[in-house]
C-alpha cells in the first residue's frame, strides 16, 4: 500500500471528515487547524499529527514539515486563504494540491485566475458537489439510487424492501438458488442505523435498504424481478432558494418541471427573475396546505435544501404523507421519493430510518470527491453508497497479492471478519458476478464492496 505525507489545513467540516477517513486507511497526516477545541478534538480522536496555529503563518508550515508532504489539503473556511495556501504549497514543493471554494469565480478555465495560475490541482465545492449528486440522483430516478461502475458496465441500484418484495424474508443464499436467471447480488444492507456487509445466511427484512450488483445488461431485469417501474421524472418540488436549491433548478430546469418554493419573499423575487424556466412560490414549506397548494401530491420528487436540519427532514416526511395519499403503489416503486440536505452527520442515518429515501450532507459529497482524487492514483474507482458506510472499489489485483491466493470460499471467513465482499470480475472479456468457486488472478479488475473504515485491509488484500 502506498503511504502519504498529507497536510490538512482546517478540520472544521470537509477537512475533519477527510482526515477521519484518510487516517483509517493509513495514510500519514498533518493537520494545522487555529481553533483550540477543534485540536483537542483531533487529538483525542484522531491518530494525526496536530499544530494548533494559523495556516498564513509560514511558521508552521516550517513545524509540519511541509517540504516532506506528497498532497496539501486546504479546508479552512476561507476562499482566499485556501487559493493562497496552494501557492505556499508550491513554493515547498507539495506536487499535488487540493482546495475547498464555494466561490465558482476562479479556477475555471474562463476564469481570470485559472487553477494551473493558482497551482490548484482539484477545487471542490461543497454546495456544487451535492447540487450536481442531487441532480444526478434526479435523473436516475426509477429506483432511490443507480451507481455507475466498471466504466458503466456495472451497476449498483438502491431499493428499500415493502412488504410485498420477492426477497423479503429470504437468506441470501436462498436469493441466488430461486432467483437464478441472471446473476445479481446484494452486496449491502442499511437496516435501522446499521450497516451490514451480508453474508449467505443473512436475512432481507422488512424496511431494509439493499443494495444490489448487477450487470448493467440486466438492470432492467432485475427492476422487474424487484417490482420497480422504469420511469422518468417530469415534476420534482425544491423547498428553499438557497446556493444548493438554486443550482438544482439551474442544473435541472431545462430536463423536467420545476416549483420553487422559499419563504423569503426577496429571495423568491430575486429567484424568479433569474431561474426562467421554472416556478419560484413565496410560502413556508413545512406547512401542509402550503405544499398542497403548491401540487406537492403531482410531486414525483421532493427535495428539501433550506438550511435548517429539522425543516428539511420534517417538510420530506409531510411531502411524502402528502404525495402518498393518491394510492400509489410502494410494489410498484411509484410512491414519491424525498430528497433532504442534512448537515449534522448523526442525522444522516437518522433520516432514512424514518421514511426519507435519501439524505445527503453537502460535507460528505465534497470529501469524497477529494477522496476519490486522492485514491485514483492507486484505485480504479471508488464510489460511496448513501445511506450506509460502505464504499465500492474497483481495483486491480497484485501479482503474489492474498486474494490471488485462494478461491473466494477458502477466504470467506477472513473476508467476513473484515467486512469485505466481493461482489465482480472481469474476465475474458467481460463482467460477471463473483460467487464462492470463483479464483482471481493476478492482473484482474475486482469490484469490491467493504465497510468505509475497511478499505486500508482491502488495499493489503490485493497489493
Known amino acids: 500500500m502506498s503511504i502519504q505525507n498529507i497536510l490538512i489545513l482546517g478540520i472544521g467540516g470537509v477537512g475533519l471528515h477527510v482526515a477521519k477517513r484518510l487516517t483509517h486507511e493509513g495514510h500519514s497526516v498533518t493537520i494545522i487547524e487555529p481553533n483550540p477545541e477543534l485540536v483537542r478534538y483531533a487529538k483525542e480522536n484522531l491518530d494525526a499529527r496536530t499544530i494548533e496555529g494559523n495556516a498564513m503563518q509560514v511558521s508552521y508550515w516550517k513545524v509540519a514539515q511541509a517540504e516532506k508532504m506528497d498532497l496539501m489539503i486546504a479546508t479552512t473556511d476561507n476562499d482566499a486563504v485556501n487559493m493562497l495556501t496552494a501557492l505556499i504549497a508550491d513554493r515547498f514543493g507539495i506536487s499535488r494540491k487540493i482546495v475547498r471554494a464555494r466561490t465558482l469565480d476562479f479556477g475555471n478555465e474562463d476564469s481570470i485566475l485559472t487553477a494551473e495560475d493558482l497551482k490548484i490541482d482539484l477545487m471542490v465545492n461543497p454546495e456544487e458537489s451535492v447540487a450536481q449528486e442531487i441532480a444526478r440522483l434526479i435523473l436516475r430516478a426509477a429506483a432511490n439510487d443507480v451507481l455507475d461502475l466498471a ?29 437464478n436467471a441472471f446473476p445479481f447480488r446484494v ?12 453474508r449467505g445466511q443473512d436475512i432481507i427484512s422488512h424496511r431494509d435498504q439493499i443494495f444490489i450488483l448487477a450487470r448493467t445488461q440486466d438492470l432492467t431485469s432485475l427492476m422487474d424481478l424487484m417490482g420497480i417501474q422504469q420511469r422518468s421524472i417530469q415534476r420534482i418540488m425544491i423547498l428553499g432558494g438557497g446556493l444548493i436549491g438554486y443550482r438544482i433548478a439551474q442544473l435541472l430546469e431545462k430536463t423536467v418541471q420545476i416549483k420553487l418554493i422559499e419563504d423569503s419573499a426577496k429571495q423568491a423575487a430575486e429567484l424568479a427573475s433569474t431561474l426562467k424556466y421554472t416556478q419560484v412560490l413565496h410560502g413556508d414549506g413545512t406547512d401542509a396546505n402550503v405544499l398542497a397548494l403548491a401540487g406537492v401530491l403531482d410531486t414525483e420528487t421532493f427535495i428539501a435544501t433550506t438550511e435548517d436540519n429539522e425543516t428539511n427532514i420534517i417538510s420530506c416526511l409531510l411531502a411524502k404523507h402528502l404525495m402518498n395519499r393518491k394510492n400509489r403503489s410502494p410494489q410498484q416503486g411509484a410512491t414519491g421519493k424525498t430528497i433532504a440536505l442534512v448537515d449534522k452527520e448523526d442525522y444522516l442515518v437518522l433520516a432514512s430510518t424514518i421514511g426519507l429515501d435519501i439524505a445527503l450532507n453537502a460535507k460528505i459529497s465534497a470529501a469524497n470527491e477529494i477522496l476519490k482524487f486522492i485514491r485514483r492514483h492507486e484505485l480504479l474507482s471508488v464510489a460511496h453508497l448513501h445511506g450506509v458506510d460502505a464504499e465500492v472499489v ?62 486500508k485491509e482491502v488495499r493489503k488484500l490485493f497489493h
Not at 452486496?187 to 451480508?198: K, L
Open 187 to 198: 452486496v449491502a444492507i442499511a437496516r435501522g442505523i446499521t450497516t451490514i456487509i451480508p
Open 394 to 455: 474497483e481495483l486491480v489485483a497484485g501479482s503474489h497479492s492474498s486474494i490471488t491466493r485462494k478461491p473466494l470460499y477458502k477466504l470467506s471467513s477472513s473476508l467476513e471478519n473484515s467486512g469485505i465482499l466481493i461482489g465482480g470480475i472481469f474476465r475474458e472479456g467481460k463482467w460477471e458476478i463473483a460467487v464462492g468457486e470463483t479464483h482471481i488472478q493476478s492482473g484482474e479488475r475486482v469490484i469490491v464492496i467493504c465497510n468505509s473504515l475497511s478499505l
Open 151 to 179: 466504466d458503466g458496465q456495472m451497476k449498483v441500484l438502491a431499493t428499500r424492501i415493502h412488504e410485498t418484495s420477492p426477497l423479503i424474508n429470504k437468506t441470501l443464499s436462498e436469493i441466488s438458488q430461486r432467483y
